[in-house]
């Protein structure tokens, strides 16, 4: 497997995240909502970095049905707080096609909170579909299907510490496995 981004820089890039969370929202109570499950570790080291009050919150958004194309997204939101005239941080691992944060965003909009705005792990170049950007990326990557740090292909390797492009020759191996 190619890494991409190591433990390292993926540590500084959530430190650089904080920090802009920090100088957006000062000492602001804030509401974390984490898509799972790809933004379960991201959330995990981003709350540990801010100093603000915060509240966590779960929605689940399934778009991918085992393999690396897109499918309908199915939202599940009865692990959801009550963020009605909460400032709402949403957060995601990726944000490739744009579908799933966007969905996601108006089903929060629908929810009446003060404000929303959204922060991605990754955000892979040119395959939005979407008008809408989110407002805080930890880093760019190219068109490659990557996993760890959260990211799956077929709910595996989420507990990867690091990035790792997951090539045609990984892809042959769950085939054969
Ligand atoms: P979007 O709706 O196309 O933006 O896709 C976002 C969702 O697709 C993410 O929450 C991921 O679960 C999944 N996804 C997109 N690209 C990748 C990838 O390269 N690796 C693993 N999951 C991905
Ligand atoms: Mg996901």
């Not at 509401?31 to 570790?41: D, E, N, P, R, Y």
């Not at 915060?54 to 690396?68: E, P």
């Not at 744009?98 to 003060?114: D, F, I, N, S, Y």
């Not at 040119?126 to 959260?150: A, K, L, R």
């Amino acid at each position: 497997m190619k890494i991409l981004l190591n433990e390292q820089q993926i540590g500084l890039g959530i430190d650089r995240l904080a920090s802009q969370l920090k100088a957006h929202y000062g000492d602001q109570p804030i509401t974390v909502v984490a898509i799972m499950t790809g933004s379960l570790v991201m959330l995990a080291d981003l709350i540990r970095r801010l100093e603000m009050p915060v509240c966590i919150s779960l929605i689940r958004a399934s778009s991918y049905r085992g393999g690396t194309q897109s499918g309908d997204l199915l939202i599940q939101d009865n692990m959801m707080l009550d963020i009605k005239d909460r400032d709402v941080l949403l957060i995601d691992d990726i944000f490739d096609t744009g579908k799933t944060l966007v969905q996601v965003t108006k089903r929060l909009t629908a929810m009446k909170p003060k404000s929303i705005r959204t922060a991605v792990f990754l955000n892979k170049l040119g395959q939005s579909v979407v008008t809408e950007v989110p407002d805080f990326v930890v880093f760019e990557i190219p068109n490659e299907f990557v996993v760890g740090y959260g990211l799956d292909y077929q709910d595996l390797y989420r507990n990867l510490p690091f990035v790792a492009v997951l090539e045609e020759s990984d892809l042959q191996n769950h085939l054969t496995a």
